[in-house]
């Protein structure tokens, strides 16, 4: 959901981050701290807004002392908008609410205000005690006012730390860098971590080589520091407690328990995919369930943090059709990293598809995939990443030969995509060359021998008039309930009727 909170920020820091973002959308979670207008240090985490980083929202939610929620006063209250909400009251975090974009055509702040006490934030104007504050990034207007509002919520809720003691904070985010090693994106919550301490965050451990705020070097962090930390000896899960140890010995003992736990862990992933692949060669069909299948998926991504919001984002993929057969996913891996030989390994055990997220494979690790037979599928957009799994997904709950799909009442040539405003989405433009397309009829998606996608369409256009039937030899556009993948080149086929054939005459 475009909000515009990354342009929001950046208006306040006078960056321009939002610009350089894939696809348009923020998929990683940002941290700065920046310095208001009445001299106030504030740290800021930009978290993602699409639905698939739920996991890094609630981490930010758990981490942060006040939640700004930014909704568009054009687009209203959305479901990632909710999400944000409960994750802010399941942390018990207070929120401040920015109607952002109240410069656009269409903007209707007080809508947004009604829509939110559905979910129990009454803003002050209703006679709530949530604050308010109504902003336009893009003109820069409103800016004040909204840190005026925080400067106010942070004396109220008297928010303060001890700097003299050992330092604690969360890495927020993780990733490996070429030159400088492991690098944690950690909030300092507590005490002061200084150039030098010893520290363990989750399985790993080091000594703090460098610091880096806001991109330059210092000597410490005080609370409430968003930095940069080198010198671990690798990268930790993003939400891992950052601590100072007491001694290098100390240290290496936690460590190595926790990392004795994810080594036993892994093995155990590996023997379960092992011990699946044996059972299905020895008994074959006597244990197979031909209604479900399962895509196996790998991933690697350049940050900790994106990993885990794909990984959870597939595993609530599933595809089933009106025949009662279902595909799902099972991900045996998602770390942050180069993709090693290791990676490629596991994912020939049972065929695993492999996703290297922002990540470039070498040579040696792609030539042995190309040996193993694994498909290794490079992607910097989240909803790439996820219309590459659905698709795979589409295709194994297509006809199998002991289905029978009904008759075919028309076919489509895809010509080209188009990408329409907000409600339609992907448009796929069309020659119709047999028979009708008729809207509401099942359809599906045909690339090659491969079904990518069965469905129905969703609107049928022609002239830019949206209609009922077009027949053939004439141009329409169709648009899909569930699947933005199509690509110029496939065949769109309508059908009426389906079921087993061995029910069939």
Not at 96 to 120: Q, T, Y
Not at 312 to 339: K, M, N, P
Not at 342 to 371: C, R, Y
Not at 473 to 499: L, Q
């Amino acid at each position: 959901v475009d909000h515009g909170k990354t342009t929001l920020l950046d208006a306040i820091r006078r960056t321009r981050v939002a610009a350089g973002e894939a696809g348009g959308i923020t998929q990683h979670l940002g941290s700065y701290q920046v310095t208001t207008a009445a001299g106030s240090l504030v740290t800021f985490l930009d978290t993602p807004g699409h639905a698939a980083f739920s996991a890094m929202r609630a981490r930010g939610a758990n981490v942060t002392d006040i939640v700004i929620l930014v909704v568009a006063a054009d687009d209203g209250v959305k479901p990632q908008t909710v999400e944000a909400i409960k994750a802010a009251q399941a942390a018990g975090t207070p929120v401040i609410v920015a109607v952002n974009k109240i410069d656009k055509d269409g903007a209707d702040p007080d809508k947004v205000g009604v829509e939110l006490l559905e979910h129990n934030i009454v803003l002050e104007k209703f006679g709530g005690d949530v604050m308010s504050a109504f902003v336009s990034a893009k003109e820069g207007t409103g800016l004040e006012g909204l840190e005026e509002k925080i400067a106010i919520l942070a004396e109220v809720l008297n928010l303060r730390a001890n700097p003299n003691r050992p330092a604690e904070g969360v890495a927020v985010e993780a990733r490996m860098e070429r030159g400088l090693g492991a690098v944690a994106t950690t909030i300092i919550q507590r005490g002061t971590l200084r150039v030098g301490d010893i520290i363990v965050a989750g399985a790993e451990w080091g000594r703090v080589r460098k610091l880096l705020l806001n991109g330059k070097e210092v000597d410490e962090a005080l609370p409430g520091s968003p930095v940069d930390v080198l010198g671990l000896q690798g990268v930790p899960r993003a939400g891992d407690t950052l601590r100072v140890a007491s001694s290098e010995q100390q240290a290496r003992e936690i460590a190595g328990v926790r990392q004795q736990r994810e080594r036993e862990e892994r093995a155990a992933a590996l023997f379960e995919a092992q011990a699946e692949q044996k059972r299905g060669e020895l008994f074959g069909e006597l244990i197979r369930d031909d209604k479900k299948e399962t895509v196996d998926v790998v991933i690697k991504s350049d940050v900790q943090g994106s990993a885990e919001a794909l990984r959870s984002a597939i595993l609530e993929l599933r595809q089933t059709d009106s025949f009662g057969y279902s595909a799902g996913c099972r991900v045996l891996r998602a770390d942050a990293g180069a993709l090693t030989l290791e990676d490629i390994q596991l994912a020939s055990v049972s065929g695993a598809l492999v996703i290297a997220f922002n990540v470039q494979p070498n040579a040696v690790t792609l030539a042995e995939a190309a040996k193993l037979g694994i498909d290794v599928v490079r992607h910097s957009i989240v909803y790439d990443a996820l219309d590459e799994v659905t698709a795979r997904l589409a295709n194994l709950v297509a006809p199998p030969a002991s289905k029978w799909l009904g008759t075919v009442t028309g076919r489509a040539d895809v010509l080209q995509i188009f990408k329409i405003g907000k409600g339609v989405g992907m448009v796929a433009g069309c020659m119709v060359t047999e028979g009708a397309m008729k809207r509401g009829s099942n359809l599906r998606v045909i690339r090659g021998k491969q079904v990518m996608h069965e469905g129905s369409i969703n609107q049928l256009r022609f002239l830019k008039e949206e209609v009922e039937i077009v027949d053939t030899a004439s141009e329409c556009g169709i648009s899909f309930d569930t699947f933005n993948n199509v690509k110029a080149g496939d065949v769109i086929e309508c059908y009426v009727g389906g079921r087993d054939e061995a029910e069939s005459p």
